[in-house]
C-alpha cells in the first residue's frame, strides 16, 4: 500500500473525503500509518473525516493516535476524539477517558457549567456510543 499516501491526498494536498472513508471502511491495517498521517490539519485540529475512518478501522494500532491526541486537545477537538474512540469501542479506551472526564469536571470547576454533561455512554454490540444528551 505504498501508493496510499499519493492517493489519499487531493490536488491540494489535503485529504481527500471519499478516500479516507473508503480506508476507514475496508479495515486494513496497512491504512493505518497513512491515516495517521492526514490526522492533524494544518491549523493542528484533528480532521473529523480521519478520525471516524480510525474508529472504523478497528485494526490493532488504531486506539494509541486517537488516546494521544485525546491529552493534547481541548473543546470541540477534544469531543471529536472522544467520540471517535467511542465509535471505536475498544475497551483499552475506557480508562484514559474516564480520566479525561475527571479532568474535564476539574477544569470546569467555578464556570458554572459541567463540561463533561454533553458525554453520554451506552455500550450497545461491543461499542459505546457517545453523544449529545437530547
Given at each position: 500500500?505504498?501508493?496510499?499516501?499519493?492517493?489519499?491526498?487531493?490536488?491540494?494536498?489535503?485529504?481527500?473525503?471519499?478516500?479516507?472513508?473508503?480506508?476507514?471502511?475496508?479495515?486494513?491495517?496497512?491504512?493505518?500509518?497513512?491515516?495517521?498521517?492526514?490526522?492533524?490539519?494544518?491549523?493542528?485540529?484533528?480532521?473529523?473525516?480521519?478520525?471516524?475512518?480510525?474508529?472504523?478501522?478497528?485494526?490493532?494500532?488504531?486506539?494509541?493516535?486517537?488516546?494521544?491526541?485525546?491529552?493534547?486537545?481541548?473543546?470541540?477537538?477534544?469531543?471529536?476524539?472522544?467520540?471517535?474512540?467511542?465509535?471505536?469501542?475498544?475497551?483499552?479506551?475506557?480508562?484514559?477517558?474516564?480520566?479525561?472526564?475527571?479532568l474535564m469536571a476539574v477544569e470546569s470547576?467555578?464556570?458554572?457549567?459541567?463540561?463533561?454533561?454533553?458525554?453520554?455512554?451506552?455500550?450497545?454490540?461491543?461499542?459505546?456510543?457517545?453523544?449529545?444528551?437530547?
Open positions: 500500500m505504498d501508493p496510499l499516501p499519493a492517493v489519499l491526498a487531493g490536488p491540494d494536498g489535503e485529504p481527500d473525503a471519499k478516500v479516507v472513508h473508503a480506508l476507514g471502511s475496508i479495515g486494513d491495517a496497512r491504512a493505518l500509518e497513512p491515516l495517521v498521517e492526514f490526522l492533524l490539519s494544518s491549523d493542528g485540529t484533528p480532521r473529523r473525516d480521519v478520525l471516524w475512518a480510525l474508529a472504523d478501522l478497528r485494526a490493532p494500532g488504531t486506539v494509541q493516535p486517537l488516546l494521544d491526541l485525546l491529552s493534547r486537545s481541548d473543546g470541540e477537538s477534544r469531543l471529536s476524539v472522544v467520540r471517535a474512540l467511542g465509535r471505536h469501542g475498544d475497551p483499552a479506551a475506557v480508562g484514559p477517558l474516564l480520566d479525561m472526564l475527571a470547576r467555578g464556570t458554572g457549567r459541567p463540561s463533561w454533561r454533553p458525554w453520554v455512554f451506552w455500550g450497545t454490540a461491543g461499542r459505546w456510543n457517545l453523544s449529545w444528551p437530547s
